[in-house]
């Protein structure tokens, strides 16, 4: 298979992918950062911070950022690393484990603080202060 055909079945696997529940082993992770060599530092619903890897179909395909969710999966092969990315969680993945009922009540706060649509920018700067999104204000002092 070449490359740019396997690029274009793993895209469309994560993609368009079904949506299914989490097995037993595995759970939902936030990313913290990149450490490099397709290992990511992520924090699990208890606050436990841990290395995983990115699999090898994975690499050169799909990007995530500081601040995604992911579905990861223990392994028992190392110590550092304690776990593999199963699944890069999108919008639409995370309403429906909420709606399910298995999205770990920690992260609630984290997806509601934050806009999950743009992106997580660090570097995007805030609104000017006096700056409002609607031109009209409604007074009802009458």
């Known amino acids: 298979m070449s490359v740019s055909t396997k690029r274009k079945h793993v ?19 936030r990313l913290l950062e990149g450490r490099g060599h397709n290992l990511h530092l992520v924090a699990n619903a208890s606050g436990e911070e841990f ?3 990115m699999p090898a179909k994975f690499r050169r395909s799909v990007w995530v950022k500081r601040g995604d969710f992911l579905i990861v999966k223990p392994i028992s092969e190392g110590t550092k690393v304690k776990a593999e990315i199963i699944r890069i969680l999108d919008s639409e993945y995370i309403k429906f484990l909420k709606n399910q ?6 992260f609630y706060a984290k997806v509601s ?3 999950i649509f743009d992106g997580g920018n660090p570097n995007k700067r805030g609104e000017p202060e006096g700056a409002s999104h ?3 204000s409604t007074d009802d002092s009458d």
């Open 134 to 136: 609607s031109e009209t």
């Open 51 to 53: 290395l995983v890897s």
């Open 101 to 106: 009922g298995v999205w770990p009540e920690e």
């Open 11 to 29: 895209t469309r696997e994560h993609m368009v992918g079904e949506l299914c529940l989490l097995k037993e082993d595995e759970s939902v992770v």
């Open 113 to 115: 603080e934050e806009n």
